[in-house]
């Protein structure tokens, strides 16, 4: 997704539909770390004869533009939208002004941390009014952390682990400015009679506070209260 709507997910590299870094004054800025749309992933090994390059994975931005889609940011409190609930988890809280203008809502991490980074994970709401098919969607979910530079996946991506709504998780590392930092997203695809709503929940760290991120996502993940 794009920073300019359920693309604005992840705007790591830039802000947004994918991934951001909650601000703070110790570091970490939820509207100036997440990805809008991760862009760049590891070069494939060299082999003995040059090769095409892979083609781009393709991104929920590029579905919704390949389809016509109209899409919406949604904020908490808009009439009619989706709701989701964040769980209580210890050592975090609500970013409160931190959380980006464009985005649902926003949690920090205040509990102790290796380093002055503030790990964050951030809440992003679209609303896409048109013939847009949820399970299209989830495929194309992985995408924009896949074009992220540097991007190195952690773990197993798959399914994310929600009864409820079709979602897809994946977890890893990019580069920005030289420093290595921790990614992981979280994509639920909620259908709705007046469209299809893709939030997504969007953890941001630094490279040795992955545990913190990911296992924050985690119960977020599971635990957040999605109601229509």
């Known amino acids: 997704m794009i920073r300019a709507a359920v693309v604005r997910f992840v705007a790591v590299a830039s802000a947004a539909l994918v991934v951001t870094s909650c601000g703070s004054p110790t570091g970490g800025d ?95 709401m679209s609303k896409l009014t048109g013939a847009a098919d949820p399970q299209a969607l989830i495929d194309s979910a992985p995408g924009e952390l896949a074009a992220l530079t540097g991007w190195t996946p952690i773990g197993e991506q798959g399914p994310g682990g929600r009864d409820d709504y079709p979602s897809y998780r994946l977890d890893g590392t990019w580069v920005r400015d030289g420093v290595t930092k921790v990614v992981a997203q979280t994509t639920v695809v909620v259908p709705a009679d007046d469209g299809v709503y893709v939030v997504q929940f969007n953890a941001d760290a630094a490279q040795s506070e992955f545990d913190i991120a990911t296992a924050g996502l985690t119960t977020i993940t599971q635990q957040a209260i999605i109601l229509p």
């Open 30 to 124: 939820p509207s100036a770390s997440a990805p809008a749309g991760p862009v760049a992933s590891a070069p494939p090994p060299a082999t003995a004869e040059p090769s095409a390059p892979a083609p781009k994975a393709q991104t929920i931005r590029d579905y919704i533009t390949a389809n016509g889609l109209q899409e919406t940011v949604i904020h908490r409190g808009d009439a009619g939208a989706p709701t989701v609930d964040l769980p209580w988890m210890d050592g975090w809280e609500d970013a409160g002004s931190l959380t980006p203008e464009w985005a649902y809502s926003a949690v920090v991490y205040r509990g102790p941390r290796p380093e002055d980074y503030t790990p964050n994970i951030v809440v992003l």
